[in-house]
């Protein structure tokens, strides 16, 4: 984990005055979404990912929670990211700050540290530790981030993000060959799977509870344990990650919202940003 001071981050606050996000998709990265923001009040609920989210922050200092840890970060912090890990944000200080981060997912990400290494890997990429204090790899990131951008040309953009890459997997990274741990109690095991099952329905704790052979505060605080989020918000990120998928098949956001079970656009639209930084309408056009 990496923690910074208050004057390190008001040595380094966002030179931008007002909120903003840059997101696009790069098809030199097979399609990879990338996004670039400046965030002053602007905070992420808990929410997860079906990519990696690796990135760093430029300029100022960010709040983060992940695996149940909250830590402040600011530049010279990496942030690694696995697929599906529950995790949130928010300014660490009054002037927020500014970050870069890239979405690729497995097989990308397998791909190209294969591309780039010449070895095959024998499981799935992996990090252990999701903020690491590792400077001179977080200033390269951002200067590859920068000048893919930028508009880089094809070489020169996949070259700087692909050596990259392969150098924060070598630095921190692992392979996870073994299947994940399913040593959960079964009563949250049961609650979860149900949710994956049902999230476009209303589901009551009530009912979710009387299923699973809990109380409702048992299952609650049970959960919470296990999974670092409520039930509730789990279904609403299930809600947000299928809506991703589908604003990027280029569905409307009034479909999407009807799809993944909100009350409408503007449900969505609320949820979305709250997760992503940005609305359903730019992230269906980046």
């Not at 996004?35 to 983060?64: K, L, V």
């Not at 909250?70 to 010279?76: H, K």
């Not at 994940?180 to 099952?197: C, H, Q, S, T, W």
């Amino acid at each position: 984990m990496h923690n910074i001071s208050q004057r390190q981050a008001s040595d380094a606050m966002p030179t931008d005055k007002s909120e903003h996000a840059r997101f696009w998709r790069d098809a030199r990265f097979r399609d990879m979404e990338c996004m670039r923001a400046t965030f002053i009040t602007h905070e992420f609920s808990p929410h997860s990912h079906d990519t990696f989210s690796i990135g760093s922050i430029e300029a100022g200092c960010q709040m983060a929670m992940i695996r149940g840890a909250r830590e402040m970060t600011g530049p010279g912090a990496l942030y690694l990211i696995n697929p599906g890990e529950t995790h949130d944000g928010q300014p660490g200080a009054e002037d927020g700050y500014r970050y870069r981060m890239i979405y690729p997912d497995t097989q990308v990400f397998t791909e190209i540290l294969e591309d780039v290494s010449g070895k095959v890997l024998h499981g799935a990429p992996s990090f252990q530790r999701q903020l690491i204090s590792d400077p001179h790899l977080a200033e390269r990131f951002c200067r590859a981030h920068r000048a893919i951008e930028e508009g880089a040309s094809a070489l020169e953009g996949e070259e700087s993000m692909y050596t990259v890459l392969l150098e924060i997997f070598s630095r921190h990274g692992a392979q996870i060959v073994a299947p994940p741990d399913r040593a959960e109690p079964l009563g949250v095991r049961r609650a979860r799977d149900y949710i994956d099952a049902h999230y476009e329905e209303e589901i009551s704790l009530d009912l979710l509870a009387r299923i699973v052979g809990l109380s409702r505060a048992h299952l609650i605080r049970a959960f919470r344990k296990h999974y670092f989020i409520t039930p509730h918000a789990y279904q609403t990120d299930l809600r947000i990650r299928r809506a991703r998928r589908l604003l990027r098949r280029g569905a409307a956001p009034s479909e999407t919202a009807m799809l993944c079970g909100f009350a409408d656009q503007a449900h969505l639209t609320r949820h979305f940003k709250a997760r992503t930084g940005v609305t359903p309408a730019v992230f269906r056009a980046g």
